[in-house]
C-alpha cells in the first residue's frame, strides 16, 4: 500500500492562530479525504480534497474553518482556522486509489489547542 | 446519511478466548463494510474488509460476517491473543456505496485481551 506521511506529527498551538497540516503521499491516488478524531471518539470525515479544484465538505465543516488544497494527486494540505481548544484532535489523511478502493490513512497529527 | 452503531463499547476477553463486535447500519444500499484497528497513538489499519455479494470472509484468526437482511455484520476473532488488544472500528459508506474512502464509522470497541 501507499506511504502516506503528515507533517507536523503533533503541535501545540494558541487560540486564534491557524496550522496548516500537509499530507504527502509516494504514489498517486485517486482520492484524498481529511478525517477528523476527537479524542477518544469515532471518526469523522472532514471532507474530501478534490485535485485542482475546491473540497467537497461534509455537514457541519466549512471551508472558512477548513481551507484544503491539493495541487496534484500526491499532496494535499488542511489548514485549521482560528483555532479554539474544540479543535483539539488528531487530523488524519487518507486515501483510496493505492489498492483497489480501500482506505487508508496517514500517520496523523495530533493538535492540541490551549 | 449512513449511519452506524457499534456494540459494545468495551470488550474483555481472556487470551485464547474468542471475541465478537457487532455493527448495524442503517442504509440499505450500502455494499461494503470494513474494519480498522487503532492500537493507542497510531493510526488506524484496515484489517478485513466485505463487500455485499458475499456473506462471510476470513483471513486467519480474523473473520467477518455479514447479514444484509437484517443490516447488520460482526468481527469475529478466534484464539486472542494481547497484541489484539486495541480499539476496532466498523464503517459503511455514507454516500449510499458510491464512495469507498467516505465512510461512516461506529463509535468503536475497546477489546483487551488478558494474558
Known amino acids: 500500500s501507499a506511504v502516506i506521511s503528515q507533517k507536523p506529527s503533533r503541535d501545540i498551538c494558541q487560540r486564534g492562530t491557524s496550522l496548516t497540516i500537509q499530507c504527502q503521499v509516494d504514489?498517486?491516488?485517486?482520492?484524498m479525504f481529511w478525517y477528523r478524531q476527537q479524542p477518544g471518539q469515532s471518526l469523522t470525515l472532514i471532507a474530501t480534497?478534490?485535485?485542482?479544484?475546491?473540497?467537497?465538505?461534509e455537514s457541519g465543516f466549512v471551508i472558512d474553518k477548513f481551507p484544503i488544497s491539493r495541487p496534484n494527486l500526491t499532496f494535499s494540505t488542511l489548514t485549521v482556522s482560528n483555532m479554539s481548544p474544540e479543535d483539539s484532535s488528531i487530523y488524519l489523511c487518507?486515501?483510496?486509489?493505492?489498492?483497489?478502493?480501500?482506505?487508508?490513512f496517514g500517520s496523523g497529527t495530533q493538535l492540541s489547542v490551549l | 446519511g449512513e449511519n452506524v452503531e457499534q456494540h459494545p463499547s468495551t470488550l474483555s476477553v481472556q487470551e485464547g478466548d474468542s471475541a465478537v463486535i457487532k455493527c448495524t447500519y442503517s442504509?440499505?444500499?450500502?455494499?461494503?463494510f470494513p474494519w480498522y484497528k487503532q492500537e493507542l497513538g497510531k493510526r488506524p489499519q484496515l484489517i478485513i474488509d466485505?463487500?455485499?455479494?458475499?456473506g462471510e470472509k476470513k483471513d486467519q484468526r480474523i473473520a467477518v460476517t455479514l447479514n444484509k437482511t437484517a443490516k447488520h455484520f460482526s468481527l469475529h476473532i478466534t484464539e486472542t491473543q494481547p497484541e489484539d488488544s486495541a480499539v476496532y472500528f466498523c464503517a459503511a459508506p455514507s454516500a449510499g456505496g458510491t464512495s469507498y474512502g467516505k465512510l461512516t464509522f461506529g463509535q468503536g470497541t475497546i477489546l483487551t485481551v488478558h494474558p
Open positions: 466485505i463487500r455485499s455479494n458475499v
Open positions: 442504509d440499505s444500499a450500502s455494499n461494503y
Open positions: 480534497a478534490n485535485q485542482g479544484s475546491e473540497a467537497t465538505y
Open positions: 504514489s498517486q491516488v485517486t482520492m
Open positions: 487518507s486515501v483510496t486509489g493505492a489498492v483497489g478502493e480501500k482506505l487508508f
